[in-house]
């Protein structure tokens, strides 16, 4: 298992994305990581007027943070948007963000009203502040129950699109992207352990620790199986290329030490694998 947190990556265009759902709708949209902490927020929208009266009161803002932690573990238990009232009377919604199988956030949009609903009372409250109240409640957005669903189908469609562009991306995740990328593209070059780690922005040492997690190997075992892995490409293609040729071009600076590797990785010696590949293309070419 990696040791790597579970820390969330959002892309800019995340950003823009909740930017957009919070103008479209008028409702306040946040982004949150998976033990609650606020990430990103739809036009930095604060708290509406009625929200900010609430908490004024007693308690008010620590029953509103209870109930929101209750209704995002209900929300993963359920792997579902929850829609609910919260105690003050307004509506939120709280969507799991799924990243390889793994809850790693929520999207909550809320603070509106839906048509029908009973005005919450405030009768414990003094006159002028229930009127107040009163007020900014009813300046808040107010949807029917047809534009609410319509407005869920959107919001899924908002989480489904930031994973599937990987918009938002576990830490690790990412950093093992970058990796792959780095070697996929250096693999025939003459790199070292150091190179990579300075061109990621990382130590050694977290490198060296994330490649035992999560690769199960060194970076000189990861820079072998990638060279090796150009070498077969290369046959495939060209199967009149000399082990030599081949050996150099994947980045091997040694082809006897090439050979070996190759032998032992792949089972047989790499002059019979091309072979192989020699047979395999006269085959397909109709010589035999």
């Known amino acids: 298992m990696s040791n790597m947190p579970m820390e969330l990556f959002l892309s800019d265009e995340v950003q823009r994305l909740l930017d957009d759902f919070s103008s479209l709708l008028d409702v306040r949209v946040t982004f949150f990581s998976a033990s609650g902490e606020p990430l990103r927020r739809g036009k930095e929208m604060r708290n509406s007027s009625?929200?900010?009266?609430?908490?004024?009161?007693?308690?008010?803002?620590?029953?509103?943070?209870?109930m929101d932690c209750r209704k995002q573990?209900?929300?993963?238990?359920?792997?579902q948007i929850i829609n609910y009232r919260c105690h003050a009377g307004l509506h939120e919604c709280i969507a799991p963000v799924k990243v390889r199988n793994r809850t790693a956030g929520f999207v909550m949009f809320g603070q509106f009203r839906i048509d029908g609903d009973p005005e919450p009372q405030w009768d414990k409250l003094p006159a002028d502040v229930r009127s107040k109240m009163r007020e900014a409640y009813l300046e808040l957005p107010c949807f029917t129950a047809e534009k609410l669903q319509a407005v869920l189908g959107v919001l899924k469609t908002l989480i489904d699109y930031i994973a599937v562009r990987e918009l938002a991306v576990l830490q690790g995740d990412r950093l093992r992207s970058e990796i792959d990328l780095y070697i996929e593209k250096h693999a025939a070059e003459d790199i070292r352990l150091p190179d990579m780690a300075k061109k990621l922005g990382r130590s050694v040492s977290t490198i060296s620790q994330f490649l035992r997690n999560n690769y199960q190997t060194s970076f000189k075992g990861l820079l072998v199986d990638a060279r090796l892995k150009i070498?077969?490409?290369?046959?495939?293609?060209?199967?009149?290329?000399t082990v030599a040729e081949v050996a150099f071009a994947s980045g091997f600076c040694d082809q006897f030490y090439f050979s070996r590797?190759?032998?032992?990785r792949k089972g047989m010696p790499p002059?019979?694998?091309r072979s192989q590949m020699r047979r395999a293309g006269e085959i397909l070419d109709g010589k035999e």
């Not at 929200?51 to 509103?64: A, F, T």
């Not at 070498?231 to 290329?241: I, L, S, T």
């Open 261 to 264: 590797v190759f032998s032992r």
């Open 73 to 79: 573990q209900e929300a993963v238990q359920k792997n």
């Open 231 to 241: 070498a077969e490409k290369m046959w495939r293609e060209d199967p009149g290329a």
């Open 50 to 66: 009625f929200c900010s009266l609430v908490h004024s009161e007693s308690d008010g803002y620590e029953k509103c943070v209870s």
């Open 271 to 273: 002059g019979k694998f």
